[in-house]
DNA sequence: TTTAGGG
DNA sequence: CCCTAAA
């Protein structure tokens, strides 16, 4: 069935030459609208292995993604024989690597010219590899959802492809019975394919996907929880408080947060009776913007959500803003006028601005060199309690796990994005993926194949730098520890570097676990057993390359524990609360106090 | 190299 | 998270 269709390019081949454009071609109005494309970013290791991007590079390039990529990434990376010949050809030579199992499935990334722009600008090694789906049919972005398994990524069995046919666009509410992910469902104003409205409509149904543990496990519906209770949804996730009140926004950062990956649509929709609901002057604004501006404009497309719909109508970025777009607050940012903006919206918002002007002009410099040769700033508005934003599209990279090897190399450039790109050893690659939703194939594929590329690379994990894009916004989201790591990445090499001033070395960088890593450890003590750290590691971390060690996990477990028996049996109910600190839903404490009980009792062998 | 613990 | 002793 569904044949993957990528391209694995060196980035300067792509950039340099024509054939770039034509790669990006899926991104031409013409092909997004019927095959939408995703991308998925990929590192190239030295030996042209591709290595799938580390969740938090594809986060990063979530945040920023464009519409486009919004819609890309829902799709789910089937090419349709109906694939655009060139595509396809284009395809087939990362098929193979995707068969290896090296690229992941979650993040879609819309670069494209961003990406030009970064290749341009990366001149060493880094690669670029553009995989790209026709398929619209959008997936819960899962951590699990990796496609690892060489030989059965895309079989039928592993791939829902028979799911996705038969739910082709619609998301009928039928199909997303159980938990809405109204993330999913919303549209994103500039979302690029016209056609995309189904498409992305079909998020997948959370329910058969599996998107996240906390979803199939926790039973969460983000959709019908009120805001406060997303608000504790999404300090469990992030391990911070948010005072943002807009629902869109925390479910949207939730998801992201729990799936680890960049689908949920960026911005806010109208849901109204399980529809999206889009302001058709505006529309017909999009309209126009399309056909201006090329790979990012963006169709509206309605959606149908089965969430009880709340409506919000905060109007989808106006196209007009986004020619206009000067402002580019990251999601720091963004996050923090929301939150602030309840108390101050003006004091927020000038704040902002400023920074945003900062990072425009880095934006913009990408942009240029972008192969229209007109130099299109995205933007996209999102309304952040109430007031708007907006937000460039820019791609982050995320710095992966900065190893030794490429810190000194990152220490060079502190400043832009070049010096990010610049690892010389690993490259990024930029792929679009077909990304399968099938939860179960996916997950149980993903695991053992992973391994195997890991270790057939031949350790490349470590060598390989990921490139960086100034702003790391996941950082500071994720971070719950606000590190002053943050604030370090713009102004110094990024948090990349561990290196001080002082020349001593400086803490890792603080991630605060999400609450998806949470469950993939527990599912990995589970099936593995505690002590099986590095076990646990290359089976259920490996897969989407968690800068986690065996010693993190190990590190977690054990705060999973104490805080599992820490619970006083009294607080049944609130997972979270309380305890500034934390977060983890019940469920998970739960689980681990049994999976410590009972390996307790059966500490040895087994598994 | 991986675990287990202490810090 | 870091560091380190043990294995």
Redesign the pocket.
């Known amino acids: 069935m569904g044949t993957v269709v990528g391209t694995v390019e060196d980035c300067r081949e792509m950039f340099e030459s024509s054939a770039a454009q034509t790669r990006i071609a899926p991104f031409s109005p013409t092909n997004q609208i019927e095959n939408p494309v995703a991308y998925k970013l990929v590192r190239v290791a030295g030996d042209g292995r591709l290595v799938p991007a580390t969740d938090e590079e594809i986060f990063e390039v979530n945040e920023t993604d464009m519409h486009t990529a919004s819609d890309a990434c829902h799709s789910v990376g089937y090419l349709p024989a109906e694939g655009s010949p060139s595509q396809l050809s284009q395809l087939e030579e990362t098929s193979e690597a995707v068969n290896s199992g090296l690229l992941q499935s979650d993040c879609v990334e819309p670069y494209t010219n961003q990406c030009s722009e970064m290749l341009q600008k990366v001149e060493k090694d880094e690669r670029l590899v553009m995989i790209h789906g026709s398929h619209m049919l959008s997936t819960p972005p899962d951590t699990n959802i990796q496609f690892c398994n060489e030989n059965n990524m895309f079989d039928e069995d592993q791939v829902h492809h028979e799911a996705l046919l038969q739910q082709p666009i619609p998301l009928s509410s039928d199909v997303q019975t159980g938990c809405n992910f109204d993330q999913y469902n919303t549209v994103e104003p500039f979302s690029n394919s016209t056609a995309a409205s189904p498409k992305e409509t079909a998020a997948p149904p959370a329910d058969t996907q599996k998107p996240d543990f906390s979803l199939v496990r926790g039973e969460i519906c983000l959709n019908n929880l009120p805001i406060k209770a997303l608000q504790e949804t999404f300090r469990a996730t992030f391990g911070r408080e948010t005072t943002v009140k807009d629902k869109t926004w925390l479910k949207r950062r939730i998801t992201m947060g729990l799936t680890n990956s960049c689908n949920v649509p960026t911005t806010n929709l109208t849901i109204k009776d399980n529809k999206l609901v889009v302001n058709q002057d505006k529309a017909s604004v999009r309209a126009t913007n399309l056909k201006d501006a090329p790979p990012y404009s963006t169709d509206h497309v309605s959606g149908h959500s089965n969430t009880s719909g709340h409506n919000l109508t905060e109007d989808f970025s106006c196209e007009e803003r986004a020619a206009k777009r000067v402002r580019k607050p990251t999601r720091r940012y963004i996050e923090e006028l929301s939150e602030t903006d309840e108390k101050q919206q003006n004091d927020n918002k000038s704040v902002v601005t400023s920074k945003d002007q900062r990072l425009s002009e880095k934006t913009e410099v990408r942009s240029i060199s972008v192969s229209l040769g007109k130099r299109v700033t995205v933007t996209r508005v999102v309304s952040l309690a109430g007031s708007e934003i907006e937000v460039p599209y820019v791609s982050h990279v995320r710095r992966s796990r900065p190893r030794e090897n490429i810190m000194a190399l990152m220490e060079c450039h502190s400043s832009c994005l070049e010096a990010k790109a610049s690892s010389g050893e690993s490259n990024m690659l930029l792929h679009s993926e077909v990304v399968n939703l099938d939860p179960s194939v996916v997950k149980s594929a993903s695991v053992p194949e992973q391994k195997e590329l890991a270790t057939s690379s031949s350790?490349n994990e470590e060598e390989d730098v990921l490139t960086e894009v100034d702003q790391d916004m996941e950082a500071g989201n994720i971070d719950s520890?606000g590190n002053s790591s943050d604030d370090n990445n713009n102004n110094n090499n990024i948090g990349a570097t561990?290196m001080m001033q002082g020349g001593g070395?400086?803490?890792?960088?603080?991630?605060?676990?999400t609450l998806s890593e949470v469950t993939q450890l527990v599912e990995g003590v589970a099936k593995y057993g505690?002590?099986?750290?590095?076990?646990?590691?290359?089976l259920s971390f490996s897969s989407y390359y968690s800068?986690?060690?065996?010693?993190?996990?190990?590190?977690?477990w054990?705060?999973l524990l104490k805080a599992s028996f820490a619970q006083s049996p009294s607080n049944s109910m609130g997972s979270l609360k309380k305890h500034g600190s934390m977060h983890i839903p019940m469920q998970i404490l739960l689980q681990v106090r049994e999976l410590a009980e009972k390996q307790a009792l059966v500490p040895p062998n087994q598994r």
Do not use: Q
Request: hydrophobic share 25%; no cysteine; proline share 3%.
């Open positions: 350790n520890s561990p070395l400086r803490r890792k960088h603080h991630r605060a676990w505690a002590g099986k750290w590095s076990e646990i590691k290359k800068y986690r060690t065996s010693v993190d996990l190990k590190d977690k054990r705060n």
